[in-house]
């Protein structure tokens, strides 16, 4: 029996690059626009965010964004956002406050991912060990450097394991060092895996193809993982999601509209 609820998908911001970004080796000088997600679990044991988007001010404050989307070293240029799209006035489409999320589980501590958590006091934050300590500037530009120390209120983890039942956490590095990819269990229909950056595009998954600027250029490990989760959503009947595909994005329900 699955303790999940209700489940959203949450388009926060929509960010244009190579394609080449996602598709190792492919689509070079193709540019693509690709949705930034957050994702909403609710569960009869409490509420869930798997990723919280990027830093709304990083973007929207001139100084902070020449500070942090500096071309010379983050040459995917900065993603669109509104204010819109800040997570408190999504939720607050729900009826919400950022005081009713209990668990952030972050996938991976890139700035799409985990910049969100300065609108997101509060709640737990759930990381792998191995994530937090690979996490560094100077190694991946996608990682900002306040962003990984800001939160002094991680709740460390080591592996695989369920954060309520229906939703377990997916072990999937390769594009960073601790990436995890989460699986949910509606109460009704089939399992969904959530990929995370483990695949980008349905092209990441179809053709199994690694995404660019793998830790430690481990693109092996990434297609490791590509390959784990096809596995998994083959036996268990489920479907895999890619996170930032345009295309895939349009086929879902329209926020605030949910699954269930
Ligand atoms: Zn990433």
């Keep these: 029996m699955t303790s999940v609820t209700k489940f959203w998908p949450i388009l926060t911001a929509t960010h244009r690059y190579d394609k080449s970004i996602s598709t190792f080796n492919r689509g070079a000088g193709q ?8 994702y909403l679990i609710e569960t009869k044991n409490g509420r869930i965010l798997y990723d919280v988007g990027c830093d709304y001010n990083k973007i929207n404050n001139s100084a902070m964004r020449k500070k942090y989307y500096n071309p010379a070293v983050f040459d995917f240029g900065a993603p669109e956002m509104y204010e819109s799209q800040r997570l408190p006035n999504q ?16 996938g991976h501590l890139h700035f799409d991912h985990a910049g969100g958590l300065c609108d997101l006091c509060g709640a737990e934050v759930h990381i792998q060990a191995d994530e937090l300590a690979a996490a560094n500037p100077q190694d991946d530009p996608a990682y900002f450097d306040n962003e990984i120390i800001a939160n002094p209120d991680w709740t460390i983890k080591v592996g ?3 954060l309520v039942q229906g939703v377990r956490a997916i072990a999937s590095p390769g594009h960073t060092a601790g990436h995890m990819s989460l699986w949910i269990e509606l109460p009704h229909g089939a399992p969904i895996i959530l990929a995370g950056d483990a695949a980008d595009l349905t092209e990441n998954i179809e053709e199994e193809i690694a995404p660019c600027n793998c830790w430690q250029n481990k693109t092996d490990l990434a297609v490791h993982s ?3 989760l096809k596995n998994l959503a083959s036996e268990e009947k489920a479907h895999l999601w890619p996170n930032h595909d345009m295309a895939f ?3 879902l329900k329209c926020f605030p509209e949910s699954y269930s």
């Design 226 to 228: 590509i390959r784990k």
């Design 31 to 38: 540019i693509i626009e690709a949705p930034i997600l957050a």
């Design 91 to 106: 939720l607050a489409k729900l009826g919400l406050s950022t005081q009713d999320i209990d668990v952030v589980f972050l």
């Design 249 to 251: 994005w349009q086929t």
């Design 160 to 162: 695989e394991y369920d």
